[in-house]
Each structure stands twice: as C-alpha cells, then as structure tokens.
T-cell receptor, first 112, second 118 residues
Framework: QKEVEQDPGPLSVPEGAIVSLNCTYSNSAFQYFMWYRQYSRKGPELLMY????GNKEDGRFTAQVDKSSKYISLFIRDSQPSDSATYLCAMWGGGSNYKLTFGKGTLLTVNP | GAVVSQHPSWVICKSGTSVKIECRSL??????MFWYRQFPKQSLMLMATSNEGSKATYEQGVEKDKFLINHASLTLSTLTVTSAHPEDSSFYICSARDQGRGYTGELFFGEGSRLTVL
C-alpha cells in the first residue's frame, strides 16, 4: 500500500459545480497536510495548508482533515474554468527533514 | 512573498553535454531546497535535498555523480545534469522552505525546467 493514495481522475465538471478532491494515507505520523495546484507545465502552487485535524476555509476553497480516518479533502465551491489543473495533496510528519510525501494528483477540468 | 524562481524554464541540449538549472528564493532565505523530477501525468519524485553549505542528500536510486547539486548561498541552489542522455529528459522542479515562517512543512515551488536531450 502506498503511503498516500489519490485518485488521478480525470474529473470533469460543469462551471459552478462543487468539486470534492480526496486523499487517503497510511502513515499516522503525518501531521501537516497541504494541497497544491499545478497548471500544465508549471510548478505546483500552494493552495491550502492545515495542521492536524479540522477544517480550513479560504475563499472558495475548504480543506478538511480527518486524522482518525486518515482522510483529507479539498472542496472547491462555484468552480471556474480557471480552476482546471492538477491538484496534488502532500503530507509531512514533522521532524527536521521537511520531505513531503505527495499524492499522484487529480486532473480536474471545469467546463464553461 | 515566498517566491521561488527557476531558470531556464526550457532547455534543449545534445546528448553528452551538461546542463545547469538554477533555483533562487527571491524574497526569503532557504537553508534547505529540494529538487524533484516529474514525468508526464506523474507526481513529483524527490531526487535530493540541497543543504546550504553542505553536501546534498540524494534519494535512493538517484545518481549523485550525474545530478550535481550545489547550494552555495541561502538563496541559490543549482542542479547540473552531467553527460545528459535522452532518458534524462524530464521536468525538473525545485522547491524551498521559508525558514522565516518557523516550524512548518510548507514548501514553495519554482516554475520548473523542462529538459529535452536530443
């Protein structure tokens, strides 16, 4: 079993839809959870950062972490064509090496 | 804030030549930078951790003599692909941690460098 599992999609939704992206993980030591957005042929851009369990909201984006289930989610409300990208979840257990473990990424297309 | 610049964004070279890619943190200091490789439709694969003033730490299976990493200052790390071959063609991305943000795992990424070896 991989440390981080993420459905690669592709996921296609109409403009205005609510999008739900998810990752599961097996390493209970992970404490820091991130979502990155990567446009084609560009570097990843940090979207959301969450420590431990709970919810975090930033505009149209909401990140949820359920450590008991080892499950994290990113919700996008009122999705826009400009949200079309690959979304990568990433996790880190703390410590001094700062090495993140990434999911494979989910390719999202929002159709106008 | 927290901008990472990578150069060049795109490079084509002949087989057997060496290519250097630069990664700069523009508005913060980074004692640690990371180099990743990404194949089409794949996730990021960590190649090495670059530490300012010391040797890089390479991941298992990554040839340190082929992928030379130098982190000479708090804002610059370089990756040199030596004697490049077509199988080295890939998207190389660097990232850096803003040590001024304290104890967090946030990493900020460069725009990536696409290497094509003919």
């Amino acid at each position: 079993q991989k440390e981080v599992e993420q459905d690669p999609g592709p996921l296609s939704v109409p403009e205005g839809a609510i999008v739900s992206l998810n990752c599961t993980y097996s390493n209970s030591a992970f404490q820091y959870f991130m979502w990155y957005r990567q446009y084609s042929r560009k570097g990843p851009e940090l979207l959301m950062y969450t420590y431990s369990s709970g919810n975090k909201e930033d505009g149209r984006f909401t990140a949820q972490v359920d450590k008991s289930s080892k499950y994290i989610s990113l919700f996008i409300r009122d999705s826009q064509p400009s949200d079309s990208a690959t979304y990568l979840c990433a996790m880190w257990g703390g410590g001094s090496n700062y090495k993140l473990t990434f999911g494979k990424g989910t390719l999202l297309t929002v159709n106008p | 804030g927290a901008v990472v610049s990578q150069h060049p964004s795109w490079v084509i070279c002949k087989s057997g030549t060496s290519v250097k890619i630069e990664c700069r943190s523009l508005d913060f200091q980074a004692t640690t930078m990371f180099w990743y490789r990404q194949f089409p439709k794949q996730s990021l694969m960590l190649m090495a951790t670059s530490n300012e003033g010391s040797k890089a730490t390479y991941e298992q299976g990554v040839e340190k003599d082929k992928f030379l990493i130098n982190h000479a200052s708090l804002t610059l790390s370089t990756l040199t692909v030596t004697s490049a071959h077509p199988e080295d063609s890939s998207f190389y991305i660097c990232s850096a941690r803003d040590q001024g943000r304290g104890y967090t795992g946030e990493l900020f990424f460069g725009e990536g460098s696409r290497l094509t070896v003919l």
